[in-house]
Every structure is written in structure tokens, then in C-alpha cells.
């Protein structure tokens, strides 16, 4: 009898050890989680009046969300631009940063010194120091003078040009120069994409590419059949990690926006609705994206 | 025929590259060239590839050893011709640097700690218990990691601004307590894992309690060890190089963060609150002392916000370049994957 109870217990017991591990998480996400996101969300149908004593929140239907679309002159044409900025900028740091780990995990002289270079930026790439350089508006116009003046020297700007006037310069062509150009900005924001890429090239049997070499298979062919699929799942992870960190990076010119408007201008249910547009955006786009991918997913171990 | 092998093989290597060559119908020369061409292009584009990363850093650091003419001088690019250290001295003044950097690192230790065992007990729950909403909760990981916590600031901001537990604080003193100014909401939001990318770590630390072998537990309970004292024992010690990195990233990305420390942590002069003002100080100071209603200049602001910048990553560069290991190799060894 006493013998069938015991491990009863031991599932009760695990079962409530269960609860209280994640106990800090679950009042965290009640407190600080799901009751502000449901005030934000009624604050962004309202309009907030805050005086010393307390707030009220005035009921005021979708006069935020008008406002931020038709009303507002800036906020369209940024949302445009960071969303444009990060279909383009997204998938380049992927292409980026697989490449960058395929490399890294050959064998060479150096490498250890050339890892350490390429995580630094996951260092020198977050919060305040990347923000900081655009923080001073006659400093962006000047950076943005040298750079339109010294377009014609650059290389990029010399095979545009000669693309362009041989008529091959199409936009597909444009959107490729701006990539390249903007080589640094991906550089910069693929530091912990290829620590991850890395992490799954190092766990890919080193047997299953001895019987590929076996079978006459070249190099070209092994990266697409081995290691494409082997790794696909990170593909997956890496995108929604990169969507996320765009949405999160303090240079990104919708965030600015919603935080000025909360904290310089205390209109609080104005940028409510704005943070709320944003938020199911790019809900949407990671949505949509990441189904499409976990389609071609593989995995090897079911 | 082995022994033949072997044969074949001394006799290949008492012979020249040329012979060899012969002997293989030029696939050895082909082969080798292939191998320098691969190399060759390898080596450009890993030199390219580090200069690019390296290169702000390099030209931050030149600007700042210059003199203010130095900057206006076109004959000077990378190497100062007036070599100084006056705008290390004139940055710091700016950023109250000592004062910032202590108040920095307090904030960023005592937070990524609170933070990390927090979430380490989290994963923990998540890796080895099975519990009946146990899907959900870690589906609201999931929407923790992916919700911009700008979303949720207003409303946090005014919780915090008028902070009350069920109205006894108005009832006691007649108005709500401001807690806007003070430490403790930021720390609470640690304690209950909503901190700077708290569900990454949550992620991070399931993924690697998932991959350690269950039968190490099991054995423990068998000898009638509890549940946290084997968490205590048999866990953590194994659990040591995803606590270190986990840790580390927790520290560094606290250190430079600036939209926490901006809304949650207005009154305390950090690292980087003081950098992003850095700027306008010097604007000011400029006016003050020179009495030039124009203010600083863009180059001579460029060079002290550079100034600035390395003054605060210099710790961090410090401390990446002795704890790279820590960084790296630990995300390695939990294979995420979704």
C-alpha cells in the first residue's frame, strides 16, 4: 500500500515544485505583464488626463488610432521606413551571418582572434552606443552631406552608376547597393546570429559528412544537402531573434517617436495607440514569416 | 596490402612535388592551387570583414587623442598631430564619470544577479516539471520575448508614478507614493522576470536544463534528496557555464541599455543616461565659456561624444577580452532550437 503511494507523492511533489519554480515568472507576467498591456490597450482607446493627485482615463473611442494615421505627420511615413528597413535588413543579416559562421567554423590561422572581433559587436551594437552617434540632428545632417558628396567616389556608387547607364540598374538592382552599403549595420546586429549558427554547425555529426565525401559528394552540394537542412530550425529561431532585436534597437525611429511622446509630451493614449499599431504589425509580420518558414523546416531527430 | 600501402606511401614521399604531381596526372597541383586560391579569398574577406567591425573603434579612438585644431586640420585623419588628453578630462567632468561608473556597476551586478537566478529557476520549472498550464505559461515566454516592452511602458510608467497597493497608501497619507524616482520597480521587474530580455534567458536556461540527463535527478530522488535541495546540489554545479554567460550578457546589455534606464531609472546618473546627454552638455558649456552663441561645433561634438563612448565601453571591452570564453561557448552548449 504504503509502497504504490510513494511515488504519487513524488509526482504531487513534482507537480508543486513545478508551480513554484515558475512562480517568480508567473506573478511577474500577471503584474507586470498582462495588467499593463490591458491598461495600454484601454489607454489607447482614451485619452489620459494626469493631474498631481492620480490619473483618469477618459473613455474616448478610436480618436488615437485616427490621429496616428491621418492626423500625425510623421508617424506613417517612419513606420513605412523602419518596416521597408527591416524587410531588407532582416534576411541580409541572415545571408550575413550564416556565411559568417559557415567561415568561422573552418580551421585557419587566427581564428580565435577573428571570433573575438565578430562577437564584439554583440557588446558595442546594443542600446546606448548605437543610438548615440544619431543623437545630435546637425551631426546627422553633416554625416549625411559627406555622404551624398563623396556618393559619386565610392565603389558601390561607381558600378551603380555604370549599371545604370548600361540600363541593367533596375531596383532589384538598388536594393542590392543599398545592402551593400549598409554593410556595417547588418555587420554590426549579427553578433549573436552567429554564435547560434555556430552552436548548430558544431552539433552536425561529423560521420555524416565523412559518408558524403564517401559517396563523391563535392562541397557545394554537401552545404545544401547536410548542413541547409541540418540547421534549418536555427533559420527559424534566427529570424524571429532578429525581428525582435530590429523592433528593440534604440535607434529605431518608431520607438524614439512613442517614447517622446509618452515622456516630453505626456500624451500618454497617443502613444499607446501608436506602441499598439506597432506591436501588432510587426506580430503580424513575424506571424505570417515564420510559419512560411517552419514549412521548409527539417528536423532530424523526429 | 597494407603493408603495400605503406610501401607506396614512403616511396611517394622520397619523392619531389613535381613527381608527384606527374604521378596523379596534375590533380596534386590543382588541388594545392585550389587550396591557396580558397585561402587567399578566405583571408580577404575575414581581414575586410574585421576592419569593418573595428574600424569605428579605431577611428573613435584617434579622434579622441586629438586636439580641437586637429580636427578642423584636413592634413590629419587618423594620427593626431596635438596630441592630448584634455577631452578624456573634459568628458568625464561631463558624465560625473566616477560617480556614474560606481552607480553603474551596482545597478548592472545587482540586477543581471536578481535577474539570472530568477530566470534560472524559471527554466528549471519549465525544463524538468510537467505541471497542467504548463504549455500556456511558456507560450507567455514566448509572447514576453516577442512583445517590444515599449508597448507596455505607458502603462507601466503611470503604475509606478502612482504607485498604491489596493489604495492604503491615499488612505494612510492623503496621495500615492512615486516610485517613479527610486530603484525598486526595476528591481521587482527583475525579481519577477520582466526585465531587459528576461524571457531570452527563461529560453536560454530551458534549452540547457532540457539537454542535461534526467537519470542524474532521478538518482538523487531515489536517495531520497528533495526536490531543491537536488536543484541545489546536483544542478547548479553543472549548470555553472550558462549562469556565466547568461550573466554576462544580463550585465552587459543592462550597462549600455537606455530605454530602461530612461523611463525606470530617471533620477540615477548611470553610464549610459549620461552619454546620450553628453551632447547637450558640451553645447552648454561651449555657450558658458566662450560666450559662442553658436554653441559646439559638429566636429569638435563628435569628437567628445566618441570621447564618451569609449569611456563607457572601455569596462566592457575590459571585461569581454578576459571573459570571451564566457560569452560564447556556453550558447554553444545549450543547441537551441524551437
Known amino acids: 500500500m504504503s509502497r504504490q503511494k510513494k511515488p504519487v507523492g513524488l509526482e504531487k511533489r513534482k507537480v508543486i515544485a513545478g508551480y513554484l519554480f515558475t512562480l517568480p515568472f508567473t506573478l511577474g507576467f500577471l503584474i507586470f505583464m498582462v495588467r499593463p498591456l490591458i491598461q495600454s490597450l484601454y489607454m489607447s482607446f482614451s485619452n489620459v488626463d494626469v493631474s498631481a493627485g492620480g490619473f483618469k482615463i477618459l473613455f474616448a473611442g478610436l480618436v488615437n488610432y485616427i490621429r496616428a494615421f491621418t492626423i500625425d505627420i510623421e508617424f506613417n511615413r517612419l513606420l513605412v521606413e523602419e518596416i521597408l528597413r527591416m524587410c531588407i535588413n532582416a534576411p541580409a543579416i541572415i545571408v550575413f551571418s550564416f556565411f559568417s559562421a559557415l567561415i568561422l567554423n573552418q580551421k585557419f590561422v587566427g581564428r580565435g582572434i577573428v571570433r573575438v572581433i565578430f562577437f564584439l559587436p554583440v557588446i558595442l551594437s546594443s542600446g546606448v552606443i548605437l543610438g548615440v552617434e544619431y543623437n545630435n540632428s546637425l551631426l546627422a545632417g553633416m554625416q549625411d552631406m559627406i555622404a551624398n558628396s563623396n556618393a559619386g567616389t565610392s565603389i558601390t556608387g561607381a558600378i551603380q552608376k555604370i549599371l545604370v547607364t548600361s540600363g541593367v540598374g533596375t531596383r532589384a538592382f538598388r536594393i542590392v547597393f543599398e545592402i551593400v552599403d549598409g554593410i556595417y549595420d547588418v555587420a554590426i546586429s549579427s553578433g549573436i546570429q552567429i554564435i547560434i549558427f555556430l552552436s548548430g554547425l558544431q552539433t552536425i555529426p561529423h560521420s555524416m559528412y565523412e559518408a558524403a565525401e564517401i559517396e563523391g559528394c563535392t562541397a557545394w552540394e554537401k552545404l545544401w544537402k547536410i548542413t541547409f537542412p541540418m540547421i534549418s530550425p536555427l533559420f527559424l529561431v534566427n529570424w524571429v531573434y532578429t525581428i525582435v532585436d530590429f523592433c528593440m534597437r534604440s535607434d529605431n525611429q518608431v520607438m524614439e517617436k512613442i517614447r517622446s511622446e509618452m515622456v516630453v509630451q505626456i500624451n500618454y493614449g497617443f502613444s499607446s495607440a501608436m506602441a499598439w499599431i506597432y506591436f501588432v504589425i510587426v506580430m503580424a509580420i513575424i506571424a505570417v514569416s515564420s510559419f512560411i518558414i517552419s514549412k521548409g523546416v527539417y528536423y532530424y531527430d523526429e | ?338
Open chain 2, 1 to 338: 596490402m597494407t603493408s603495400e600501402n605503406e610501401a607506396m606511401d614512403g616511396l611517394l614521399q622520397s619523392k619531389s612535388y613535381w613527381e608527384r604531381n606527374r604521378l596523379s596526372e596534375g590533380y596534386l597541383l590543382k588541388k594545392s592551387i585550389k587550396a591557396v586560391v580558397v585561402r587567399i579569398c578566405r583571408a580577404t574577406l575575414l581581414f575586410g570583414m574585421c576592419f569593418l567591425i573595428l574600424q569605428p573603434i579605431i577611428g573613435k579612438l584617434c579622434v579622441s587623442l586629438m586636439a580641437e585644431e586637429d580636427l578642423y586640420n584636413s592634413m590629419v585623419i587618423y594620427v593626431p598631430e596635438n596630441f592630448t588628453l584634455a577631452n578624456y578630462q573634459l568628458a568625464a567632468d561631463f558624465m560625473s564619470y566616477g560617480e556614474s561608473l560606481k552607480n553603474t556597476i551596482i545597478i548592472s551586478l545587482t540586477t543581471a544577479a536578481v535577474q539570472i537566478f530568477m530566470c534560472m529557476l524559471v527554466g528549471y520549472g519549465f525544463a524538468r516539471f510537467n505541471f497542467h498550464i504548463k504549455k500556456l505559461l511558456f507560450a507567455c515566454v514566448i509572447l514576453v520575448i516577442i512583445i517590444p516592452p515599449q508597448t507596455i511602458s505607458t502603462s507601466l510608467y503611470l503604475h509606478f508614478r502612482y504607485f498604491d497597493i489596493v489604495g492604503i497608501f491615499k488612505a494612510l497619507t492623503g496621495t500615492s507614493i512615486n516610485l517613479r524616482d527610486s530603484v525598486i520597480p526595476y528591481y521587482l521587474m527583475s525579481a519577477g522576470c520582466m526585465g531587459l530580455k528576461s524571457g531570452l534567458y527563461i529560453f536560454m536556461f530551458r534549452q540547457f536544463f532540457r539537454n542535461i540527463p534526467k537519470e542524474l535527478e532521478e538518482a538523487a530522488y531515489v536517495d531520497g534528496c528533495g526536490i531543491f535541495r537536488t536543484f541545489i546540489s546536483i544542478m547548479l554545479p553543472d549548470a555553472k557555464p550558462i549562469i556565466t554567460s547568461c550573466f554576462l550578457f544580463s550585465f552587459v546589455w543592462q550597462w549600455t541599455d537606455i530605454f530602461y534606464t530612461k523611463t525606470f531609472l530617471g533620477n540615477i546618473k548611470l553610464l549610459s543616461r549620461q552619454l546620450s546627454m553628453i551632447g547637450d552638455r558640451l553645447d552648454a558649456y561651449v555657450k558658458m565659456t566662450l560666450g559662442d552663441a553658436g554653441g559646439a561645433s559638429v566636429g569638435y561634438t563628435n569628437c567628445i561624444v566618441s570621447t564618451g563612448t569609449l569611456m563607457v565601453i572601455a569596462p566592457l571591452l575590459i571585461l569581454y577580452l578576459f571573459a570571451q570564453k564566457g560569452f560564447v561557448e556556453s550558447i554553444s552548449n545549450t543547441g537551441i532550437k524551437m
